[in-house]
């Protein structure tokens, strides 16, 4: 005889959280604290999902409610003076908090029935719950936030209620700051999932994998009932009802059970579908986490190193790898863009760019190949070459790409731009739009080699200014220039002027104050050096001021009044000289530069307003909000360059 061992499979016990916003608190501090409850306590969970409600149970037993605890030191009063007593000792907004506004969180802490009761019964696996859960609430929201950190073991499963007054560190009373969208909402599940995982606790399957979506109480039951009442209607319309014999009850208990045994298939079809479709839906997750790993992971120089792509020193630097493979040009940033995948761009195709996934499959590599992909066995030689190269390239069609790729991304605001609160007129920038110049929250200006006295050349690196604020309110501004790229001069030339006169400043942003100031006409030419006077760059200024010899352009030299400029000026000043030209010198008459005397000539009222402007910007720069217009501005620019290049500069 064969006798077969019987397996019991045992289900998955889960980590459960459950989170609920509260402008009210009144009824939940009467459940939290037990005062004058009857029995059925269901009606204080109508705002939980019917899952939880099943988990938690519709009663208490009073027998154990003494078994509950506080494990909050910060309980003094009731639930709703505790709030406003922490709102008031934590809140430092200058509006005042609206009546309508959510001032607490509730956060439920449990997990499947079966394993909770098991761990309650351990004293000593159960208090490490108890310290684990606090842990993980000080670490999420801050301890000085939460007010009640209350356990009920009175009701079914044995669970924790926190109760957290959602204050900012910077002082603000914002629930959106704890609650802010479902990536944040499945990253907390994810946190506690890990620190529960040691209780035999696990994490629940995504919601975006099951697909399934929250239906309120009142239409679940609607629908329920609707449903058992077209099964009733189907499964006994075919059923004789006899006329000779009256068996009125024997007929509705066949179509009672009828109806049970069919609404009970009903629901194991939709189970069954259900699963199956979770189950492609992880397959799907599974594909996708895998491809994320290899994007993030795998060095993308070493790789394309180890498929036969040959590192190009002369044209590389440090930061940007410049490869070839039998004609097959391809340009790799070393390192990871803001997104954290490796990225690369073709040099002789536009539409051949994007991450390692798409550097594969324009190779004829599958999916599932790619999948495999890790750096364990890839060899460093390419890396520690490309680590003895020079920080900035120095190919000038490659600094051309990267260049206009970065300039074209900006997004450009016609009103309230980083220019305007300078004091700088539309009237004044807008002839440089598109063309050397993009202005939104902040202003780009394109840095050019190989200019000839048109302004004509190439464009190799770009300059951006922007507002910053420190904690303490102070606004400054800020330039950057474009990281791994040579530098050049700053150009300001209207298109359709020849050059008739050449002003050199410090900064584009001096050269736009400077126009504005004299009412420049348009067939002059602004240079700025940008506080760079390199070798190339004194060899740029030299042929340029050539060829300005040779057609009898006006030279004026516009320096700020500091040691640097005057420095700057006296240099090119030297150059003109051996040149054969004597060149006008102009100077500020107040403040240090020339956007300083311009905004000195406004108004108090105007100068209140740029004030005003300067902070917005700043403030809009610096926040981190998902919804404002510089975030969206910015992915408006990843999405430019993730289109258009590839790549993250």
Request: glycine content about 6%.
């Amino acid at each position: 005889m064969i006798y077969m061992q019987q397996y019991t499979i045992q289900p998955i016990q889960y980590a459960v959280l459950h989170i609920t916003k509260y402008k009210e608190t009144g009824r939940i501090g009467t459940h939290l604290d037990r005062k004058n409850l009857t029995q059925n306590v269901a009606h204080f969970k109508s705002d939980i999902d019917p899952a939880m409600r099943e988990l938690l149970g519709p009663h208490i037993d009073h027998t154990r409610t003494h078994l509950n605890e506080e494990l909050s030191p910060l309980k003094n009063e009731s639930l709703t003076k505790d709030i406003h007593s922490r709102i008031q000792s934590g809140y430092r907004g200058n509006k005042e908090i609206r009546k309508d506004a959510v001032k607490a969180l509730g956060i439920i802490l449990t997990g499947s029935h079966e394993r909770m009761k098991a761990i309650e019964q351990d004293e000593k696996l159960f208090n490490d719950w108890k310290r684990a859960n606090y842990g993980f609430a000080c670490r999420e929201f801050g301890s000085e936030n939460i007010i009640r950190f209350t356990l009920h073991r009175d009701e079914k499963t044995p669970h924790i209620h926190c109760v957290v007054v959602p204050i900012c560190k910077d002082g603000r009373l914002s629930a959106k700051s704890f609650m802010s969208g479902s990536h944040m909402l499945m990253a907390y599940q994810d946190r506690y999932a890990n620190a529960m995982n040691r209780f035999g606790l696990n994490r629940g399957i995504a919601k975006h994998l099951t697909e399934r979506s929250h239906i309120p109480i009142g239409q679940f039951r609607k629908e329920t009932l609707k449903k058992k009442q077209e099964i009733m209607l189907s499964v006994t319309s075919d059923i004789p009802r006899p006329n000779l014999l009256n068996f009125k009850q024997v007929h509705q208990n066949i179509a009672n059970q009828l109806c049970a045994y069919a609404y009970e298939a009903e629901k194991q079809k939709l189970k069954a579908l259900e699963t199956e479709k979770t189950y492609s839906n992880i397959i799907k997750e599974n594909i996708r986490s895998d491809l994320d790993r290899v994007k993030r992971e795998v060095n993308l120089i070493q790789h394309a190193a180890s498929m036969g792509y040959q590192l190009n020193k002369a044209k590389s630097s440090r930061l940007w790898a410049v490869m070839d493979k039998d004609g097959d040009k391809i340009l790799i940033r070393n390192g990871l863009n803001n997104n954290g995948y490796w990225t690369y761009t073709s040099l002789v195709d536009d539409k051949d760019k994007g991450t390692i996934i798409d550097f594969m499959l324009k190779r004829g590599f599958s999916y599932k190949e790619i999948r495999g992909l890790n750096s364990i066995h890839l060899d460093d030689t390419v890396i520690k070459n490309q680590s003895s190269l020079e920080n900035d390239l120095k190919n000038l069609s490659v600094q051309e790409k990267l260049a206009k790729a970065y300039f074209c991304s900006i997004v450009y605001k016609k009103e309230d731009n980083y220019l305007t609160s300078r004091g700088i007129a539309p009237s004044t920038y807008g002839p440089y739009i598109g063309i050397s110049l993009q202005v939104g929250r902040k202003a780009v200006f394109g840095l050019y080699q190989g200019l000839n006295n048109q302004g004509n050349g190439t464009m190799c690196s770009t300059i951006s200014y922007q507002f910053f604020t420190d904690n303490t309110g102070k606004i400054e501004s800020r330039k950057y220039f474009q990281k791994g790229l040579s530098r050049g001069l700053a150009v300001l030339k209207h298109p359709n002027f020849p050059v008739k006169k050449i002003v050199f400043t410090e900064s584009p942003i001096d050269a736009l104050s400077h126009k504005q100031l004299y009412a420049e006409k348009d067939s002059t030419m602004y240079i700025a050096t940008c506080g760079t006077m390199s070798n190339s760059i004194i060899k740029e200024i030299n042929n340029l001021l050539k060829e300005a010899k040779q057609h009898s352009q006006e030279v004026v030299l516009a320096f700020d009044i500091d040691q640097a400029g005057q420095r700057m000026q006296k240099l090119i000043e030297n150059i003109s000289k051996q040149e054969g030209i004597q060149p006008t010198k102009m100077s500020v008459t107040s403040g240090k530069d020339w956007n300083e005397q311009l905004q000195q000539n406004l108004t108090g009222q105007a100068m209140n307003f740029l004030l005003q402007l300067q902070k917005s910007i700043a403030r809009d720069i610096r926040s981190n909000c998902s919804i404002d217009e510089y975030q969206k501005s910015r992915k408006k620019e990843i999405a430019y360059i993730d289109k258009y290049v590839g790549i993250e500069l």
